[in-house]
C-alpha cells in the first residue's frame, strides 16, 4: 500500500489523506500552491503529523520545478454584472402600492401608464439585449394600480354621496 499524504493549507485547512499520485497531480493541475506544507499520515491518531514545506519535500518538490505555477487571483471578480433597475416600475410600483393602501384613485391613475411604459421600455430594451431589471416590478405595479383604481371610484362616490345632499 502506497504512504498517504495530509496537506495544510496556508489557513490550517487540511486536505488528504492522498497519495504521491493524487498529489503529483494535483500540482500538475495548479490544485496546490507551494506554500502548503505536507505531512505523512500517522498510524496512531495520537501522534501528532509533522509537516514540512511542500517545496522541500523530495518527492514533490520536483514536480514544482517542472509545473509553471501560476497563482490565482485572490479577489474574483463577481461573474453576474450589476443590471440597473428600471426607474419608471419603481416609481409605478410605489405608486401603485400606495394608490392600494392610502388614497386609492389618484396615485392609480398615474401608477397605471407609468406602469404601461415601464413594460413598453423593459421589452424594447430585453429586445435590443440591453439588461434592464424591473420586469416584475412593472407587472405588479400594473396589477396594484388595475385593482387600485376600482377601489379609488368607490371611494369617490361614497365621499360624493355623503357629502352631496
Do not use: N
Not at 499520515?41 to 511542500?54: C, G, K, M, R
Amino acid at each position: 500500500m502506497p504512504a498517504l499524504y495530509t496537506l495544510r493549507a496556508a489557513d490550517g485547512s487540511l486536505y488528504g489523506p492522498a497519495s504521491p499520485d493524487h498529489i503529483l497531480q494535483w500540482i500538475r493541475e495548479g490544485r496546490i500552491l507551494p506554500s502548503m506544507s505536507i505531512s505523512p499520515v500517522t498510524p496512531s491518531p495520537s501522534t501528532p503529523p509533522a509537516f514540512i514545506p511542500l517545496t522541500d519535500h523530495p518527492l514533490f518538490a520536483p514536480a514544482f520545478a517542472a509545473t509553471r505555477y501560476i497563482p490565482q487571483p485572490t479577489h474574483v471578480p463577481d461573474p453576474s454584472p450589476h443590471i440597473p433597475l428600471s426607474s419608471h416600475a419603481l416609481i409605478a410600483f410605489v405608486l401603485a402600492l400606495s394608490a392600494f393602501f392610502l388614497c386609492p384613485l389618484l396615485p392609480a391613475l398615474i401608477a397605471f401608464p407609468l406602469a404601461l411604459k415601464a413594460r413598453r421600455i423593459l421589452h424594447e430594451k430585453q429586445r435590443a439585449e440591453i439588461p434592464l431589471a424591473g420586469r416584475t416590478l412593472a407587472h405588479a405595479a400594473l396589477i396594484l394600480a388595475l385593482l387600485a383604481i376600482p377601489f379609488g371610484i368607490m371611494f369617490v362616490a361614497l365621499l360624493l354621496w355623503q357629502l352631496l345632499p
